[in-house]
């Protein structure tokens, strides 16, 4: 016969070990301090330079093609208020980071971007990134977002061109051994 004492000992320490595991796979997951995008550690390749109405520095200059009207990008973001990380396309570490999708050139609906990272992706290449100072016209204006960006705030964004597909592709279908051209 099993004593109660035995019981209670095995539980405590199933659940003692569960609370270990659990706790080393949060920390494992949770992305470090030096995985987090920061102003104060970025390293510039360039001064601040006025383009399209904004202030740009580059941080790292892509070696790929430039986006062209009706090309859709992929892009990597981060918006920074008052030193702040605020928004993120890469909230989450490794392959749960979605970059953002959208058509070069479009200015509203379906496909479109904020005015300001629109404006500061023209002329990067595919593997770019770059720091853009967006004046609140260009940004999130009078309505700003709540609660962490007031209103008529100027906001500086970190985006990085991770891709560009040319407009009129067809990206079901590729070339080769085995494809259908029609």
Not at 9 to 18: N, T
Not at 92 to 113: D, M, Q, W, Y
Request: proline share 6%.
């Amino acid at each position: 016969m099993k004593d109660s004492s035995d019981e209670t000992l095995s539980l405590s320490r199933r659940g003692a070990l569960l609370s270990i595991g659990l706790i080393g796979t949060a920390l494992a997951l949770h992305p470090t301090d030096s995985d987090a995008l920061s102003l104060k550690r970025l390293k510039f390749v360039t001064d601040w330079e006025s383009f399209n109405g904004m202030r740009v520095r580059e941080i790292k200059i892509g070696n790929g093609i430039s986006p062209r009207d009706g090309d859709i990008c992929a892009i990597h973001f981060s918006i920074f208020y008052d030193n702040l990380e605020v928004v993120s396309t890469r909230e989450s570490s490794g392959l749960a980071a979605s970059p953002v999708g959208f058509t070069f050139g479009a200015s509203a609906g379906p496909g479109a971007i904020m005015p300001g990272i629109m404006k500061g992706v023209d002329g990067m290449k595919v593997g770019g990134l770059r720091l853009l100072e967006i004046p609140p016209e260009l940004a999130f204006g009078k309505r700003g977002k709540k609660p962490l960006i007031p209103e008529n705030a100027t906001i500086e964004v970190a985006v990085q061109l991770l891709s560009v597909k040319r407009s009129g592709t067809n990206p079901n279908v590729s070339p080769g051994f085995g494809s259908s051209m029609f």
